[in-house]
């Protein structure tokens, strides 16, 4: 698949935020879920620069979000598309995120931050390179789950492109 990315607009933020429903356990992605999370997502001002929209093959199939942190950090959180998640899709789409970032920011390390019964994201970031680097409670969606922090280091990030 090609994946062409571009700045997140209004009417696919919408489209997303209200829209886009994950099944079983994975609706704790759904950005209704979070009423925070909601409002940054479909409210311009505090979406900022900072969203992007994932075109593969001229359809719209993700999302992410790049969050620049101390020393040349990336934080990036990101959602495919409800019906293309489980399809062996996530490498591609990561990579292609992966050179976005590389290509528009001064990067030296990639951090995900994972819900940690999220067993299928985790297989995916290993196989991409991330490791585990720490992991913490988080009060989200009305509770507190366990969250993973993954990272990609510079040597990892070089000879993945």
Excluded at 20 to 30: A, M, R
Excluded at 61 to 79: A, H, K, M, N, S
Excluded at 89 to 116: P, Q, R
Aim: aromatic share 14%.
């Amino acid at each position: 698949m090609n994946f062409e990315i571009v700045s997140m607009t209004q009417e696919n933020a919408q489209i997303i935020a209200d829209q886009w429903k994950y099944e079983g356990i994975y609706s704790f992605y759904d950005l209704s879920a979070d009423p925070e999370d909601y409002q940054e997502f479909v409210n311009p001002d505090l979406r900022g620069e900072r969203y992007f929209e994932v075109y593969g093959d001229g359809r719209l199939v993700g999302f992410f979000v790049v969050e620049p942190g101390e020393d040349r950090e990336i934080e990036l959180g990101f959602g495919l598309k409800p019906e293309l998640c489980g399809k062996g899709l996530g490498k591609d789409f990561l990579s292609a995120i992966e050179s976005y970032v590389m290509n528009h920011y001064d990067c030296k390390t990639m951090v995900l931050w994972v819900a940690a019964f999220n067993k299928r994201a985790i297989r995916l970031y290993q196989k991409c390179g991330y490791i585990q680097t720490a992991e913490e409670e988080r009060q989200t969606n009305g509770d507190t789950y366990r969250f993973l922090c993954m990272k990609k280091n510079p040597v990892s990030l070089q000879s993945h492109f």
